[in-house]
């Protein structure tokens, strides 16, 4: 495994890889040399053909308390502008397996690695933390979890996807809130209002459970997953008849898989499938 100096990346699962925002001094912050050993640890597990999905956390105390303020206080508008600032971002979006975030702690959106301080065991998440969170396809959360979009206080705005991804979230006026007025809302509260799949109150933690998930999704057929995970991201893109239209085109083309013959005929003989990958 790749050694980062601002990530762990280990393997609790053969199949599953577990990326650890390690940058405790700045509760996870998100400067420009953590968020490239983010995307390259996430990219490496993306393209390693053992791995099936991956974990992305934090600390108990923070998933990420969003973009390093003290890395961009005196950039320029020039500077931000023409070097197109966050938008590299976008690459934790664009990766073909699946990600789950387990948030504990702040997590300022602009997670899916977010700074709604991001605490992605999501034990919270800000702002960038949160944005961050945001990518990922799947949020677990612990019950110290709290995200926010406190960008609003520092002067600006979200810059990693929040407004955008929020608002498909979990609507217009409640992202208006978030983003307004920069309130930081607990893991109860997040679950409540969808933007998060559930809060982990097992003593077991939310890093297990988003480990146990990912073990399920990486037992899949991982043809079938990635193209699951493709129509469903088609969704915020997409009109609905454009929509379902591409969903029924990777249905078809399911049918070129070795693997939808294995799942069908095992399922006619009572038996477990057994995935080939192709
Ligand atoms: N950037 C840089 N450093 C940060 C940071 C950030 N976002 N968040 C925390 N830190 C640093 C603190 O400066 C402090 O460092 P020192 O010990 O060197 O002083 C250390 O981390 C510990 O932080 P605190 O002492 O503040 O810890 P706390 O427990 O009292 O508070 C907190 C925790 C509420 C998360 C608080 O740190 C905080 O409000 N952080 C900023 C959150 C924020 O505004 N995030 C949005 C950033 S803008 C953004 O993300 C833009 C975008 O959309 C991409």
Redesign the pocket.
Known sequence: LAYYENVIVSKPDPAVALITLNRP???N???AAHFNDISSALREADQDPATGAMVITGSD??FA????????KDKTFAEAYTSNY?AN?EVIAKLRKPVIAAVSG?A???TSL????IYVTLV?K????L?LALQADILLAAPSAKLG???I??G?????G?TQRLARLIGKSRTMEMVLTGR?IDAEEAERWGLVNRVVREDSGVVDAAIKLAKEVASKGRVAVTAGKEAVNAAFELSLSEGLRFERRLFHSLFATKDQKEGMTAFAEKRKPEWTHS
């Open positions: 001094n700045a509760l912050a998100l400067n105390k923070a308390a969003g973009a390093d303020i003290k890395e961009m966050l971002w702040y300022h959106c602009h977010g700074n709604v301080a919270g800000l702002g960038g933390g944005e979009q406190p960008e206080n520092l600006v705005i979200p810059g990693g929040g930081i």
